[in-house]
């Protein structure tokens, strides 16, 4: 049973990961940021409510654009600005960067760099549960670009036939770095994929929280009560470009103001105003608060120290 | 790091009963130990070195489908949550349809993770020439890794080496490589209940001798011991130094060695370009040369690996030509 409470929560955490990555973009505006990072505004509906479904002892894997996830997995806010600028109060002490935001302590296993590299890892841990028959499920985020390469496909493929306590979640941005995905895929819808694995596969509105969360929730109780893996296909859109550096100009006029209309963060706001959760005024109060909390964080973690190059030294001793 | 020995662990084994037999113990030891790969259950295994594990163990021997890439990562799925995967790679060949889920995974979690998650994986490649299966089924790959970094790397020249280096590599918190010869299988040979020789970075001596050493691994180790033994009727003394583990390399062991001969071998079933013969010999060098005379590198040339048998038979070092190099040697001083 969804509460208000509850939906008031996902709206703090979709405002929190926008804010977060907007912060994120002011860095690099700034030319603090070192590296590259691939941020997800306009995707947050599919972070949340797909980990929200989810136990907390649950297990998750996410992409270089995983960001979204691991907030809304619990990864706090300053640990995370920490690691994208390289400190050592990050997540991985500044070893893994922005592509590879890791929490063990919250099931956030793995993040990986590569284009669907995180898919069987997923599955592993699903089949760790499975083995060691501790209910738990796992669930692995990807792009619309990760279902054409192997890994996606053996992956699926394994999960099925094993009937892995495993969700696929699919976040179709319409753009595999920056190509439209009309002219790398097929097909429109890529959740059909999932009938050639003999695997249950459905379109998701990814912009509407809630929906994306009864979704995921079924297809979770579906995986923990050992009826197998479902992929979901998240429609949405990346408001930025892949990467820092890309501006996304090669998007078609009035696409990305057309998919703005229907932002996950408005969406949600106007339902809980709608429906007089809450008043547009508590809304406002929130994401100031939000805000100040983002400020604070990036501030602290933006003079927080570097890692000592030292560490590099015990590192070789012990031999990884 | 300790390791319990068994009873098992006396007497002579097969290499293949050698590997079977760890296999077996740790999954009976340890419920965390899985083993995975193509055709390891019900099968027992396409070289027979799991034979009666899946109806020991049904829970935890699965077979997959032919998938080398993702069955890799999901062990690694499964070692970052509290499994112990043994992942068999049928031809060590197939190491490379894997690669990226080896290299750009497996071996970086741990580091990526800020020390957060541990990946102990260990992937069981089956490798090596002599037995006529072509270019695409004969390669050992055992220096193709020493390039990354979190891997370890081990090399079974003997069913002792099998034995001992394999429960150490299922007992490490780090993914291992382990190569095993499919020309080795049926050897016969004492295994060892004492682990400590096989420990991660030790070579092991297989034979004193004042006037060479010998380094090898796997087929070429059997291969430097009958030519030890047979130069030993012409008054030549080889030592003989199974290399076993490839990455980290025993370089003090074989200085220590050289410090004593002055003349240095190494023999593998590898291209000299890029090998574990090539570092080693740079890193003697660095550390002052320990040789009198240059050391010889045999190994394969620059070939793929021929199907016809005698063609096969002479890309890949033999007992007599190692014979020949150490006479070689011997001559020069």
Known sequence: MVTGADRLGWYRQLVLIRLFEDRVQQFYDENRLPGTTHLSQGQEAVAVGAVAALNRDDYVT????????????????????????????GTSGGLGGSMHLIDA??????????????????????????IQKTGRVAMTFFGDGATNIGGFHET????????????FVCENNLYGEFSPIRTTTPIDNLADRAAAYGMRGEVVDGND?????????????????????????????????HSRSDPGKYRPVGELERWKQRDPIELLGHRLTEERIVSSTELEQLRQEVNEEIEAAAARAATAPWPAPEILERLIESGR | MSVASSPLATGELTYREAIRSVLFEEMRSDPRVVLMGEDVGQAGGPFKTSVGLADAFPDRVIDTPIAENSFVGAALGMA???????????????????????????????????????????????????????AQHSATYESLFVQVPGLHIATAGSPASAYGLLRFAMQLDEPVLFIE?????????????????????????????????????????????????TLAGEGIDVEV????????????????????????IVVSEQVHEGSWAATLISRLAQDGAPWRVSPIVLGLPRLAMPFSPPLEAAMIPSAVRIQDAIRLLTRRS
């Open chain 1, 62 to 89: 996410i992409t270089y654009r995983g960001h979204g996830q691991a907030i809304a997995r619990g990864v706090p806010i300053e640990a995370a600005f920490a690691e994208i600028l390289g400190r050592a109060s």
């Open chain 1, 105 to 130: 302590s919250r099931g956030l296993i793995a993040s990986s760099g590569i284009v669907a590299g995180g898919l069987p890892i997923a599955l592993g841990a699903a089949l760790s549960a499975q």
């Open chain 1, 156 to 167: 699926l493929n394994m999960a099925s036939v094993w009937k892995a306590p495993v969700v």
């Open chain 1, 209 to 241: 929280v809630e929906l994306v969360f009864a979704r995921t929730t079924q297809a979770v109780e579906r995986a923990r009560n050992g009826d197998g893996p479902t992929l979901l296909e998240c429609k949405t859109y990346r408001y930025r470009g």
């Open chain 2, 80 to 134: 970052a949550t509290g499994l112990r995967p043994v992942v068999e790679i049928m031809f060590a060949d197939f190491l490379l349809v894997a690669a990226d889920a080896i290299v750009n995974e497996l071996a970086k979690l741990r580091f990526m993770s800020g020390n957060q998650i541990i990946a102990p994986v260990t992937i069981r490649a089956i490798g090596g020439g002599t037995m006529h299966f072509g």
């Open chain 2, 181 to 229: 010869h499919k020309g080795l299988y049926a050897r016969r040979g004492a295994v060892d209940a004492d682990p400590r020789p096989y420990a991660p970075g030790r070579s092991r001596l297989l034979r004193k001798g004042r006037d060479v050493t010998v380094v090898a691994s796997l087929l070429m180790v059997e291969r430097s011991l009958e030519a030890a033994m």
């Open chain 2, 241 to 264: 130094i199974d290399v076993q583990w490839v990455q980290p390399l025993d370089v003090h062991a074989v200085a220590e060695s050289v410090g004593r001969t002055g003349r240095l």
